[in-house]
């Protein structure tokens, strides 16, 4: 079984940075296209960013493009989320989750998820 963790959430004041990691265990992450979710209380799982597994094409939500990077280092087989300007709407759990196609929005096309980390961003 694939493993994801995330790690690198928290408690931060609006206008702030913060950097999401996400390590795979059990098998290589470098053959897999790879996206970050996240969900607020009361709200349905909505798509964040997705990487390529080479790292040369990304897609992102309207909501962070501009403030949100998704990058990757194989060699270490972590996904990270780079978050500057930070929103008190940016409040979710955060999730990263393998995809089993091309750099889908959709929640139906990743197979495997995190246990996912909270950030909450203060105004």
């Known amino acids: 079984q694939v493993q994801l963790v995330e790690s690198g959430g928290g408690l931060v004041q609006a206008g702030v940075s913060l950097r999401l990691s996400c390590a795979a265990s059990g098998r290589t992450l470098s053959s897999y296209i790879m996206g970050w979710f996240r969900q607020a209380p009361g709200k349905e799982r909505e798509f964040v960013a997705a990487i390529t597994s080479s790292g040369d094409r990304t897609r992102y939500a309207d909501s962070v493009k501009g403030r949100f990077t998704i990058s990757r280092d194989n060699a270490k087989s972590t996904v990270y989320l780079q978050m500057n300007s930070l929103k008190p709407e940016d409040t979710a759990v955060y999730y990263c989750?393998?995809?089993?196609?091309?750099?889908?929005?959709?929640?139906?096309?990743?197979?495997?998820w995190g246990q996912g980390t909270q950030v909450t961003v203060s105004s």
């Open positions: 989750a393998r995809s089993l196609y091309y750099l889908s929005r959709s929640v139906s096309d990743y197979d495997y």
